[in-house]
Nanobody, 126 residues
Framework: QVQLVESGGGLVQAGDSLRLSCAASGRTFSSYPMGWFRQAPGKEREFVVTISSSGATYYADSVKGRFTASRDNAKNTVYLQMNSLKPEDTAVYYC????????????????????WGQGTQVTVSS
């Protein structure tokens, strides 16, 4: 069993930066692909980035060049550095972990992931 706890959200202005953290419990965290998703009110959960156990990443086009995902397996933590934030980035951000190989198809979809955090709110004002 893996438990995930996100932190670092808040209210910022357009152009500002935030760094989200996702702390995981469980001895096998380092082997799991991880993902960040977000969900705005009235919208479906949207893929943001996925990161392999070794740190390989794949980003959604909407955040490419602005967001950077990383992980510290020694600390059981995944990070999402968000720069040049825009009002359309406003959402609840969730981290997720998958008990699957990185090469398993579907890592940009919510169904690929087996464990989810409770989410952290990010609000970007214009």
């Amino acid at each position: 069993q893996v438990q995930l706890v996100e932190s670092g959200g808040g209210l910022v202005q357009a152009g500002d930066s935030l760094r989200l953290s996702c702390a995981a419990s469980g001895r096998t965290f380092s082997s799991y692909p991880m993902g960040w998703f977000r969900q705005a009110p009235g919208k479906e959960r949207e893929f943001v980035v996925t990161i392999s156990s070794s740190g390989a990443t794949y980003y959604a086009d909407s955040v490419k060049g602005r967001f950077t995902a990383s992980r510290d397996n020694a600390k059981n933590t995944v990070y999402l550095q968000m720069n040049s934030l825009k009002p359309e980035d406003t959402a609840v951000y969730y981290c997720a972990a998958a008990r699957k190989l990185w090469t398993t198809p579907g890592r940009t979809t919510p169904g690929y992931y087996d464990y989810w955090g409770q989410g952290t709110q990010v609000t970007v004002s214009s």
